[in-house]
């Protein structure tokens, strides 16, 4: 079975685009573009991994964070940043991140950081 | 007042519109790099022979052209911004000088989920002032009113033209919120700059706030 992926990202283009290169790989991907809708997807239809930006408007990305952890505390979420990890690291980060990615993203990483998710995620459903 | 408040202040000013600028070319790369990858993808992975695809990769180009557009008309207002930092005096249209500010510091602003909109008024004359301390005293009040005013509310900038003199008013509609997050300069700071561009500043509501300019700056004691 694909690993399904969710993307949440307030840059339609780049979520959209990114979907379609993972989608390429198969990996069941879908993109939202609002916080909100990250929460509902999380609810509905869960996924196993979540690719986040951290800056969005209204419900920033540790915010929904927290409450996919609350969820579902097996999701695994990967942070997507255009800032470096040591400026991100300063801020308050919510317990649960699995991982980060910078903007732009490199495929070949992103691909190594899904699969490590997707694996802890296998992992922590099965103990 | 503190010189070296005044200093701090315009320095966090200018951070700040360089720091949105960064993130907002950033998200512009990485839109490009996405799209030039899915294009090396449909090649690769794809099967690039069929019109369907050719026809994709037809409408990536034509969305790297638009991308590399806005990157474009991102980078010419922070080109403008830069050179309205090179002189202390220049002649230079007001509206123009507002509305970089307003590009530049979009993205902060919709991350609040607050709209920035102009109000301004046909066959504004050109002003002989200094622009980065305009600039520099309208974000202020923008931001005093960011940090209070709730989500989905609207800040609008008007201009003004009457007696060989320019009035910037921002007005504030919207949900206030209650918030002890600090703002960047303070009235202190308003009254310095003003009164170096030869200005004054009003209150006439509790919210609204008028900045009047003279077009012309000539007085070398105004000078900083």
């Known amino acids: 079975m694909s690993t399904k992926v969710l993307i949440v990202d307030d840059e339609v283009e780049f979520a959209s685009t990114l979907a379609e290169r993972l989608a390429l790989r198969n990996y069941d991907v879908k993109a939202v573009y609002h916080a909100e809708d990250a929460i509902t997807t999380a609810q509905s239809d869960p996924p196993d991994v979540v690719l986040l930006d951290l800056r969005m408007p209204g419900i920033g990305g540790f915010e929904v964070l927290k409450t996919i952890k609350k969820i579902d505390p097996t999701i695994e979420v990967i942070l997507l940043t255009g800032q470096p990890k040591t400026e991100v690291t300063g801020e308050e980060i919510p317990t649960g991140l699995f991982d980060y990615i910078m903007k732009p993203v490199d495929m070949g990483e992103l691909i190594v950081k899904i699969n490590n998710a997707n694996e802890k995620r296998n992992l922590s459903k099965h103990s | ?224």
């Open chain 2, 1 to 224: 007042m503190e010189y070296d408040e005044l200093i701090t202040s315009q320095l966090s000013f200018i951070g700040k519109v360089l720091s949105v600028f960064s993130h907002e070319i950033n998200n512009h790369l990485a839109i490009l790099k996405e799209s030039v990858g899915l294009i090396g993808d449909l090649i690769e992975l794809g099967k690039t022979s069929s019109r369907k695809d050719l026809k994709e990769i037809l409408k990536i180009t034509q969305s790297i052209k638009n991308q590399i557009e806005q990157t474009t008309y991102f980078c010419d207002k922070l080109n403008g911004f830069g050179h309205g930092m090179e002189e202390p005096l220049s002649a230079f249209n007001i509206h123009k000088s507002i509305e970089e500010l307003m590009v530049l510091l979009r993205r902060s602003i919709n991350q609040k989920m607050i709209c920035l909109e102009k109000d301004f008024t046909a066959n504004m004359p050109l002003i002989y002032s200094n622009p980065l301390k305009i600039q520099f005293l309208i974000f202020c009040l923008v931001e005093k009113h960011l940090k209070r005013l709730d989500k989905n509310s609207r800040i609008i900038i008007k201009t003004v033209y009457s007696n060989d003199s320019i009035g910037i008013t921002i007005i504030p509609k919207g949900n206030l919120i209650e918030t002890d997050e600090e703002v960047i300069c303070n009235d202190e700071i308003y009254k310095h700059i003003i009164k170096q561009l030869g200005g004054s500043i009003s209150q006439k509501t509790a919210d609204e706030t008028t900045i009047m300019l003279p077009v012309s700056l000539f007085s070398s004691s105004n000078r900083s």
